[in-house]
T-cell receptor
Framework: DAGITQSPRHKVTETGTPVTLRCHQT?????MYWYRQDPGHGLRLIHY???????DKGEVSDGYSVSRSKTEDFLLTLESATSSQTSVYFC????????????FGPGTRLTVT | GENVEQHPSTLSVQEGDSAVIKCTYS??????FPWYKQELGKGPQLIID?????GEKKDQRIAVTLNKTAKHFSLHITETQPEDSAVYFC??????????FGKGTLLTVNP
């Protein structure tokens, strides 16, 4: 398995609180992605990074921000969590943009009450 | 952007039978189509992929076919086993260079 870890694996938080999810990789891959997975929607791209300090928006970026200060770490922040952000969040990595294989982490289950 | 439709949403087969999952895509510039298997409580795992310059690819009991003219691709699993039970996702890499995923197919293989 690709060396990807996500933390925390489970989190319950209240509406309006800030939340940060962490993705850590040991593969030295350039590209990192954050997806959310919801029933009936499959996987949807939130944000991605194509290098240190280089990030861009995905399909469902509203309410989320990201940061990448080191190659190995990609952080996803919910500035003020809402119940609609209850989901399972997956981080993925790849060597190149899109055409190369993407490897997924184990996921973080976030519940916003 | 790319739109990927996946059918069926659920599929139940008897052990030893074949399973076929179909996907269509909208972006004619799409050139890379991976398939992922997701077991309960785990992240998606790439099981096979195909690029637009190839019509078919096989890996043991798994095969993927691509019809660029019709803009559809399919996953074929032969001699299914209970451990094949999982959710399967197709995806397409569109002209924005990002993967767009189908909504998934829950495959159940009955012993």
């Amino acid at each position: 398995d690709a060396g990807i870890t996500q933390s925390p694996r489970h989190k319950v938080t209240e509406t309006g609180t800030p939340v940060t999810l962490r993705c850590h990789q040991t593969e030295n891959h350039r590209y990192m992605y954050w997806y959310r997975q919801d029933p009936g929607h499959g996987l949807r791209l939130i944000h991605y990074s194509y290098g240190v300090k280089d990030t861009d928006k995905g399909e469902v970026s509203d309410g989320y921000s990201v940061s990448r200060s080191k190659t190995e770490d990609f952080l996803l922040t919910l500035e003020s969590a809402t119940s609609s952000q209850t989901s399972v969040y997956f981080c993925a990595i790849s060597e190149s943009d899109g055409a190369a294989e993407q490897y997924f982490g184990p996921g973080t289950r976030l519940t916003v009450t | 952007g790319e739109n990927v439709e996946q059918h069926p949403s659920t599929l139940s087969v008897q052990e030893g039978d074949s399973a076929v999952i179909k996907c269509t895509y909208s972006d004619s510039a799409s050139n890379y189509f991976p398939w992922y298997k997701q077991e309960l409580g785990k992240g998606p795992q790439l099981i096979i992929d195909i690029r637009s310059n190839v019509g078919e690819k096989k890996d043991q009991r798994i095969a993927v076919t691509l019809n660029k003219t019709a803009k559809h691709f399919s996953l074929h699993i032969t001699e299914t086993q209970p451990e094949d039970s999982a959710v399967y996702f197709c995806a397409g890499r569109g002209s924005n260079y990002k993967l767009t995923f189908g909504k998934g197919t829950l495959l159940t293989v009955n012993p």
